[in-house]
């Protein structure tokens, strides 16, 4: 595995309470994670303590991180730009910021500041949120280093730029080498881009599936309730939709091709489950059917 930060046995608390609990997780190189997880998970705890932004409570955090900066860590912290920021103008800001970055890409800069239509003149205080964030995406972009975070970072986006950003993070010249961070409540939108999910549930690390195996283990299946029923209910099924004869199950197991041969046969469907759906339904409880 080419582990670029490992954590072990983490544990994040602000006095009694409890945010991240017994994390254990390795991060690999030129991999894009989609970090999921309800409001208060811990999402943005987790980012900042990769980010070096705060420390664990107990648990240990491993870096094996080639950078060329001289300045930084070579993680760049991606959300809302700091209020501190807000006296200077676009342009000074992006002056500061190639000072702490060696391999700082003016290029790239200039075109996406063109890209997302930022005013270069303007002070950041008096621009609309969405292009204060696209700013930061600007800047985690131009710096060019090898760990990137971000942390719903596209919220404000409108349309237009946050397709621009999802299509950043889709160039293979620019994530070339990196791994991507990447926490979002736009699950379905976002999905095409993940190589891996991470879901936190309970301030814990509920599920860590690689793209693939939650594409092989996710389904829609559909039909006959009394035809259906039978072939899945054995397997993992987080809902149920019925009306009157149909039914609609959403099942998180391993399909054999012998199953899918039988539903199909039975004049089923099976189609994939998309992945916010399984975000909803993995929060509610488990149907005993």
């Avoid at 490992?6 to 991999?31: A, D, M």
């Avoid at 932004?53 to 001289?70: A, F, L, Y």
């Avoid at 600007?138 to 090898?146: G, K, L, Q, Y």
């Avoid at 992945?275 to 149907?287: A, P, R, S, T, V």
Wanted: aromatic content about 8%.
């Amino acid at each position: 595995m080419n582990s670029v930060i490992k954590l072990e046995n983490l544990n994040k608390s602000f006095g009694s309470l409890q945010v991240l609990k017994n994390i254990n997780i390795e991060f690999e190189k030129n991999k894009t994670y989609g970090l999921l997880g309800r409001n208060g998970a811990g999402k943005t705890t987790l980012l900042k303590l990769l980010a070096e932004h705060m420390n664990p409570t107990s648990g240990r955090i491993s870096r094996n991180i080639v950078s060329d900066d001289s300045i930084t860590t070579g993680v760049f912290y991606c959300s809302s730009i700091d209020s501190q920021m807000h006296m200077y103008k676009v342009d000074k800001l992006l002056k500061i910021s190639s000072t702490l970055h060696d391999k700082w890409n003016w290029e790239l800069c200039n075109n996406l500041i063109k890209l997302f239509n930022i005013p270069r003149d303007k002070f950041i205080k008096k621009l609309p949120s969405g292009l204060q964030n696209a700013l930061n995406i600007v800047i985690a972009f131009s710096c060019d280093c090898p760990v990137l975070l971000f942390d719903e970072v596209h919220v404000n986006l409108d349309a237009v730029n946050r397709h621009n950003f999802y299509e950043l993070l889709r160039n293979e010249y620019l994530i070339e080498n990196k791994t991507i961070i990447f926490s979002t409540h736009f699950i379905d939108e976002a999905s095409i881009l993940f190589d891996s999910i991470l879901l936190i549930k309970q301030h814990e690390i509920a599920h860590h599936i690689p793209m693939d195996d939650y594409q092989d283990n996710a389904f829609i299946v559909s039909g006959n309730s009394n035809s259906i029923h039978p072939v899945i209910r054995e397997k993992s099924i987080l809902n149920i939709k019925t009306l009157g004869s149909q039914g609609e199950y959403a099942v998180f197991d391993s399909m054999t091709h012998k199953d899918l041969e039988k539903i199909n046969t039975l004049g089923g469907k099976v189609s994939m489950l998309p992945l916010q759906d399984w975000f909803i339904y993995i929060h509610k409880h488990n149907i005993d059917i």
